[in-house]
Structure formats: structure tokens, C-alpha cells
């Protein structure tokens, strides 16, 4: 298509109990740009907030990668997804909860037994180890069945350990904990009348007894965790698919709330305004018609129905419609700003001359299979590792095929010159009746005699492309404002008839005059005419369209206007064509680098033996390497750049609106 897609303005009246369905589906379809309508969009409700919040923290407990948006068979959060939810994040809850007391406990009981065991063999009274840092003793009698309840109350916070019974038949008994568990450790105690004994003085070392049962405390804490940790990976395995079905179900109602906060609404209609293609209403209607039973009204308006629109208060969207080739330079087109709705679209331009340009630029056989693999594995059916450069595809595919045609031309594979020198021998002796090493000479050391002749035959054909691309960018603006009924800047401005006129007819003289001729009498009045035209453009226009006062600005303004309009139209002609030169400067300066990367290879593999064999290889991989990477970059950009302030410049003086519909996923 060579203008946007037409367009419509909806309004779509959606009862309460219906909207989550129609905004479901619009989601899904992207089939509307919603109007601005003027209010804030509040965050998701609390279920909503708390439910997300949960799913992220039951995933990062289990080590589930949640998706960043609703999935491609999302669906909003019902009844039973409710249920799930609550029923997983539970589990995943009382699991982490589980592992966070045990990894406590072990600690706790690590830092115990460790520190009992330095102390095992120390020969300091026993009375003194009751200071130590971590842990707290205690020795007396208590009976089995006080014992028994100590455990009970106390758990895992501390040990206690029968020492048997003494002369008088009563149980003794030594209880340790940590220090932050001494208080309960001596409550608990007391409340089962246990009796302190006095250590003998000189009492030495800490009982086997006690470093057994810490031992033993610690071993059945690891075990637990190792057992939470098989039942995690167990849950992962089972439960992973659910927690990211149930967080893009639950992403995509906070984006549908989001959505409805910002509507107009009453307490039982929610009205839906915003703009649509022309194409898609039919269908938009007969699918929302049988999703709601009929109980979605639509109401659809022309752009020049709209008071807003003719007033120039509203901007209608832009839509470009294409096939794979050349959406995958829209991003180019919209990344300097949208076309103005009803004029032309420049995208399919802008395809045609970047892959020209690039492929110019970065001929290379070897070096564009390397581009055209890459886009290939960028694309859809490519690894997920790529997926983020997705959007490249189309253009690394296309620029590496440019790349390798001109490389046929040059004759160069991976800076290699040498490989294809048999097969083009044999086609230009078929084609031009002698045989030659390339078709396409660029290095003026390559051949003897006439090298250099051909060079400038190659900056010539690069300034040709540059007269193309800047006289498609002046076209195409003379278009628009025609489209637009702007007649004086599609006539008189120095980017309308009058500016082409001018820029036509000087190439005109340059090439006749390059050619032999000379310039003739005939010749002023070609350049005199658009001259004046731009000029007396304003005058001329304001005369013949009635405008007064003729001299918006006085005499002198105009004046002083007009030379500076005249000035500027030559010289930004002359720079913006001579600006086309760096292409053709790319061109050599990729064949020179490849040049040095192939000799400096093939010196080191004369050198001979395997360390020569070796280098030789080694620079061939490190100088592709950075031809590919550095080279390729600067290529492009140099591309992205010529089409800016070359071409769009021209007729990008107003942007538009960017089609931008509601959807729940990006891609």
C-alpha cells in the first residue's frame, strides 16, 4: 500500500457484565487505538495486586521464570483460576515457610554444636563454658516425666540429655541451648521443678553425651531440609506450567482494569471510544456481536465527520498494512515519527534503499551469509536466545543477501579474493568476451591501468542513487501536499515543484557539461525559473489566492526571506547529493580493511608450519570478527542516517499518530 490504512472511529457500548469479554478480546485482536480520555489509569485492584504478588513470590521460592505478559492462550481469572491460586501459592507458602524455620534451626544448632565441640577437650572448669557465646547449660535433677514435657514444650530450641540417676535414684539430666534461648530454656524448667546441681569444682570439659545429641539434632534438621528441598523441585516439576498460566491470567485482568479505570463508565455501561481500521470493523463487529449475544452497540464515524479531526484538535492514527519484506522497516520509518494520515507512505522506499545502500556499502559473500544466518535464527522458528532481536530479522535477511550479491560483484568471501576468481573469470568472459578476476573493481591496487577510472565510475553511480533517494523524498512531499491542499508548498517551496524544477535541471547541466557539452544561454532561464518561483512563491500565491496584505511582512522581510529561501535550496541540493559520496568512500573502505585482513593472512600462511597455519587462521576469524561487528554497525547507521536527513526530511515537516492498539501482548 502506498497510503495508511483508512480508518473509522468507534464507540462501543458494552454493558458492565460484558466487558471483560469485549476487552479480552480486543486484547487479543489489537484491533483498537483507544482515544485519550483524559483520566488517570489507577493501579489493579487488591485481589489483583495481591494475587500477582503472591504468584512472584511462590515463583521465585520455587525457581519458576514467570512471563512478562499474558500468554498466548491467557484467559481472564475466574472462579477456578482463584481456586488454583490460592491452593498453590498456599502450598508454595507453607513449603518456603517450612524451609526458612528448619534453615534457622540449623544454623542454630550448627553454631551450638560447633562451638560445644572446641570446647570439648578444653581443660577449664565446666562451670566457666556456661559463658560461652552460643551456648547456655544447664545440669539437675528432673524426673522422666518432666523430661518428656521439656522436650514437648521446648521442640527443636534445646537439648535434653539423661546423665542417668545418682546415688539418691533421682534422674539428672543436662540441658543445652543457645543463648537467645536461655529464658524459655530455664522457664520451662522451672515450671517442672527441676533442681539445679552444683558442678564439682574443677569439673572439666563438656559431656560426650551433649555433643552426641547436638549431633544427632543437626543431622535430622538437614535431613528435614533436604526433604523440603526434593518436595520444591517436586512442585517446580509439577506446578510450574500452572503458576505461569495463572500469572499471565492474572496480568492480564490488572492491564484490563487499568484499561477500564481510564473509560468513561456509569454504574452499569462502560463506553469504549477510539479508532480502528476500515478493514477490520465488519469483522470487529460480527465477532463482538456473537461474543456478547448482541448486546454490544457500535457506532462507527468517518475521520471527517469528526469536529475535533477537520478542526485540527485531533490526529487520526496511522496504520501501515505490508508484507513481511516491508514491515520489517517499519521501525525505521516510525522511529523518526508516523506519516501524516492520507499521504503517502514511504516505507516501501525506505526497504528498497537501506538493503541498496547497506548492500553497497558491506559487500562481502561470506560476511552477508553471516547477516543472512543471523536473521534467520532471529526470526520466529528461531532458539528463544534470540527471540529480544526478532524485530531484525526481516532487515538482517535482506541486507545480507544485498551484501552477498555485491560481494559477487567484488568477488570477495570472508575478505578472501581469491575464491571466487575462477568462477568470474568464466562469467565475464561469457558476458563482456574477456575474462576477468571481478566483475566489480573498487581497490585501485587490484588491477594495473584503468582501476582507478573504474573507482570514480563507482563514486558516480553512489551520487546517482543519492539524486534518486533525494528526488523519490521531494515527489513524495509534492504528493502530500496536494493531498493535504497545501498548493503553495507543492508549488513554490524549495521541497516542492518549483525546488525540483531546480535540482532537476542543474543535474541536467552538470551531466551534459560532464559529457562534452557546455552551458548555453537557454540554460539561465532554467534555472531562473524555479529560482523566482521560489523566490516570489509567497507573493505569487497570496496574489493569486486573494490573501492580503500581499507583503505579510513588509518589503524588506520578504527580501531578505526570499535570498536566504534561495540560498538555502542550493546549498542544501549540492550537500544532500554530495553527501551520497560516503557511500561510495564505505564501499572502499570495507575492500581496503578486507584487503589488509587478506594479505596479512596470507603472509603469515607463507611463513609456513603449523604456527604460521595457525595465525593465518586466527586473523582471518579476528579481522571477519570485526568487519562484521564494527564495520556493520557503522554501515547501518551510516544507511539509518542518509534516510533521515537525506529523504525524510523532505516531507517529514508534520508527524502523525502512531496506530497504537490495546493488546495484551507485544508481540
Excluded at 154 to 172: F, M, N, Q, S, W
Excluded at 317 to 323: A, F
Excluded at 597 to 616: C, K
Aim: aromatic letters at 12%.
Amino acid at each position: 500500500m502506498i497510503r495508511p490504512r483508512k480508518m473509522k472511529d468507534l464507540e462501543l457500548t458494552v454493558l458492565k457484565g460484558d466487558v471483560d469479554k469485549v476487552i479480552e478480546y480486543l486484547g487479543y485482536r489489537g484491533f483498537m487505538h483507544f482515544s485519550e480520555t483524559g483520566k488517570a489509569a489507577s493501579e489493579p485492584s487488591g485481589k489483583i495486586r495481591d494475587n500477582i504478588e503472591r504468584i512472584k513470590s511462590a515463583a521465585e521460592f520455587l525457581g519458576v521464570e514467570l512471563p512478562a505478559e499474558p500468554l498466548a492462550d491467557s484467559v481472564m481469572p475466574g472462579e477456578a483460576e482463584e481456586a488454583m491460586t490460592e491452593k498453590l501459592c498456599s502450598s508454595a507458602e507453607a513449603l518456603k515457610k517450612r524451609g526458612v524455620e528448619a534453615e534457622q534451626e540449623r544454623r542454630r544448632f550448627e553454631e551450638t554444636f560447633n562451638e560445644a565441640k572446641a570446647f570439648s577437650n578444653l581443660n577449664a572448669p565446666f562451670a566457666k563454658l556456661d559463658q560461652l557465646s552460643y551456648l547456655t547449660l544447664r545440669v539437675g535433677r528432673l524426673d522422666s516425666r518432666g523430661q518428656l514435657a521439656v522436650r514437648e514444650s521446648l521442640g527443636d530450641r534445646a537439648v535434653v540429655i539423661p546423665l542417668g540417676e545418682g546415688k539418691d535414684g533421682e534422674a539428672r539430666v543436662l540441658a543445652a541451648a543457645s543463648r537467645k534461648g536461655r529464658f524459655a530454656l530455664d522457664s520451662e524448667l522451672k515450671k517442672f521443678s527441676f533442681e539445679p546441681l552444683a558442678i564439682p569444682e574443677g569439673f572439666q570439659g563438656i559431656p560426650a553425651e551433649l555433643l552426641a545429641g547436638l549431633e544427632k539434632k543437626l543431622k535430622d534438621v538437614e535431613t528435614t531440609l533436604v526433604t523440603i528441598n526434593f518436595q520444591r523441585e517436586k512442585m517446580l516439576f509439577e506446578a510450574g506450567a500452572d503458576f505461569k498460566r495463572l500469572a499471565g491470567s492474572w496480568l492480564m485482568a490488572a492491564l484490563a482494569e487499568k484499561l477500564k479505570s481510564k473509560l468513561t463508565a456509569t454504574e452499569n455501561i462502560y463506553l469504549l471510544s477510539g479508532w480502528a481500521p476500515k478493514d477490520s470493523v465488519g469483522v470487529l463487529a460480527a465477532d463482538l456481536a456473537k461474543l456478547s449475544e448482541g448486546r454490544v452497540a457500535i457506532c462507527s464515524y468517518n475521520p471527517d465527520e469528526l469536529l475535533d479531526v477537520r478542526e485540527g484538535k485531533e490526529k487520526i492514527p496511522v496504520s501501515l498494512k505490508h508484507g513481511a519484506f516491508v514491515r520489517g522497516f517499519e521501525g525505521v520509518v516510525f522511529s523518526y515519527g508516523a506519516p501524516l494520515y492520507g499521504t503517502i507512505d514511504p516505507t516501501p522506499l525506505v526497504a528498497f534503499f537501506f538493503t541498496l545502500l547497506f548492500g553497497i556499502m558491506f559487500g562481502d559473500v561470506g560476511q552477508g551469509l553471516v547477516l543472512l544466518i543471523l536473521g534467520i535464527l532471529a526470526g520466529k522458528k528461531g532458539p528463544a536466545l534470540l527471540s529480544r532481536f526478532r524485530s531484525y530479522s526481516v532487515p538482517l535477511i535482506a541486507v545480507g543477501i544485498s551484501s552477498m550479491i555485491m560481494g559477487l560483484l567484488n568477488g570477495e568471501v570472508f575478505a578472501n579474493e581469491e575464491l571466487l576468481t575462477g568462477p568470474t573469470r568464466f562469467i565475464t568472459a561469457a558476458l563482456f568476451g574477456a575474462p576477468r578476476d571481478r566483475i566489480l573493481t573498487l581497490m585501485p591496487l587490484a588491477e594495473k591501468g584503468g582501476s582507478v577510472v573504474k573507482l570514480f565510475y563507482f563514486f558516480g553511480f553512489t551520487l546517482a542513487v543519492g539524486v534518486i533517494l533525494n528526488s523519490s523524498g521531494l515527489l513524495v512531499n509534492i504528493i502530500n501536499r496536494f493531498i493535504m491542499k497545501d498548493y503553495e508548498e507543492a508549488l513554490f517551496s524549495r521541497t516542492g515543484m518549483a525546488g525540483l524544477l531546480l535540482f532537476w535541471y542543474a543535474l541536467f547541466i552538470a551531466l551534459r557539461c560532464i559529457f562534452g557539452g557546455r552551458f548555453e544561454w537557454f540554460d539561465l532561464a532554467g534555472l531562473l525559473v524555479p529560482g523566482l518561483c521560489i523566490f516570489f512563491g509567497s507573493l505569487i500565491w497570496r496574489c493569486a489566492s486573494g490573501k492580503r496584505p500581499v507583503l505579510a511582512h513588509g518589503l524588506m522581510v520578504f527580501i531578505m526571506e526570499g535570498f536566504v529561501e534561495i540560498l538555502e535550496t542550493a546549498s542544501t541540493y549540492i550537500s544532500n547529493t554530495v553527501s551520497f559520496l560516503r557511500v561510495g568512500a564505505f564501499a572502499l573502505s570495507h575492500a581496503v580493511l578486507s584487503y589488509i585482513v587478506f594479505r596479512f593472512s596470507e603472509e603469515l600462511a607463507h611463513a609456513g608450519g603449523p604456527a604460521g597455519s595457525a595465525s593465518a587462521l586466527f586473523i582471518m576469524i579476528f579481522g571477519n570478527a570485526v568487519i562484521i561487528v564494527l564495520e556493520g554497525m557503522i554501515v547501518a547507521i551510516q544507511v539509518v542516517r542518509l534516510q533521515y536527513y537525506e529523504f525524510f526530511s523532505k516531507f517529514f515537516t508534520e508527524t502523525g499518530l502512531e496506530f497504537k492498539p490495546f493488546r495484551f501482548r507485544e508481540g
